[in-house]
């Protein structure tokens, strides 16, 4: 099975597109290789920030490898081949598991709202079947409409490579319940920036970080300054950037952090319909925050 450790920082990536909305492969591979070398232990590719929803599987697998070869063992590569489907999450996964990827992002089944019990066999079928890709959960109720509970998330952690979940329901609770009822082999990642400081303190590892674009760095150090016991340094950290944070969540994720990209000079372009722009007013109070902590 693939290392279990898949680091601290881990940034869910956007997906650059060129001018007529297509995949932009050359900017991804520039991308990637900036993050790696810029705090992030790790990338998620094809995840809600990259706009899974209106990629075509396609598209997806040409990113998967394109990430690959830049990273080339300079980062975690973990790929976003979940699916409201368990037949298409697998054969998705498979198809990811070929490519020697480090692990894969499973997101809760949206839409048809399975019981606890669906949610159960689906993420076992999914990992029984890729046995030597690690598995990385996703709970996102508010994009789902379904939560995984806890102790659902304690029965899939006994399945030897299921090893993490991105919990990123918001509650602190939840995420408290999760830690009790898991071995400390299992990895806890804020699913939220602004939350990533409160879940250390709750026994989460680490995060699934859109922010981590622009504060890589600063991120890594807010992690590593709560691991070795100088939670001011860790508070103080997290309150600088907390206005970004929010800023990058004004609207819908990745709208905002795309246009930030943009801002700095990455062409990463715009959105896929039914996503759209940023609106003058809210670019404008995003580049106010970024210029405050010097990002631009």
């Known amino acids: 099975m693939s290392d279990r450790n898949l680091g601290r920082v881990i940034t869910a990536m956007v997906t ?13 591979e520039q991308l990637a290789v900036h993050l790696v070398e810029n705090g992030s232990d790790g ?8 706009e899974s929803p209106t ?11 394109v990430v690959k070869k830049a990273v080339s063992g300079r980062g975690k590569i973990i790929a976003g081949t979940g699916s409201n489907s368990t037949k298409e999450a697998i054969e998705a996964t498979e198809k990811a598991a070929k490519l020697g990827l480090d692990g894969s992002l499973q997101v809760v089944p949206y839409y048809n709202k399975p019981p606890q019990e669906g949610l159960y066999q689906h993420f076992k079928k999914i990992a029984q079947t890729s046995p030597n890709l690690s598995i990385m959960l996703y709970n996102i109720p508010g994009r789902t409409g379904q939560n995984l509970l806890p102790e659902t998330v304690a029965k899939l952690a006994e399945i030897e490579n299921i090893i993490a979940i991105k919990e990123a329901s918001g509650d602190l609770e939840q995420a408290c319940k999760i830690r009790r009822l898991t071995p400390d082999s299992f990895g806890i990642y804020a699913g939220d920036d602004f ?6 303190t709750v026994g989460g590892i680490g995060v699934v970080s ?5 504060v890589g760095q600063q991120m890594q150090e807010m992690v590593k300054a709560f691991e070795t016991g100088k939670a001011t340094v860790a508070r103080d950290i997290n309150l600088k950037l907390f206005p970004l944070f929010k800023g990058l969540f004004c609207t819908t994720n990745p709208i905002p952090i795309k246009a930030a990209l943009n801002l700095k000079g990455w062409n990463v372009g715009g959105v896929r319909p039914p996503l759209m722009e940023l609106s003058p007013e809210l670019e404008k109070g995003l580049e106010l925050i970024l210029q405050d902590l010097s990002i631009l």
Do not use: R
Not at 16 to 27: E, H, M, R, S, T
Not at 43 to 50: D, E, F, K, N, Q
Not at 55 to 65: A, C, G, M, P
């Open 16 to 28: 650059p597109f060129d001018k007529n909305g297509q995949v932009n492969y050359a900017v991804a």
């Open 43 to 50: 990338l998620v590719i094809c995840g809600t920030t990259g």
């Open 210 to 214: 859109v922010a981590s674009h622009l």
């Open 195 to 200: 939350l990533t400081l409160p879940m250390l």
């Open 55 to 65: 990629l075509s599987w396609s598209e997806e697998y040409e990113l998967f490898q």
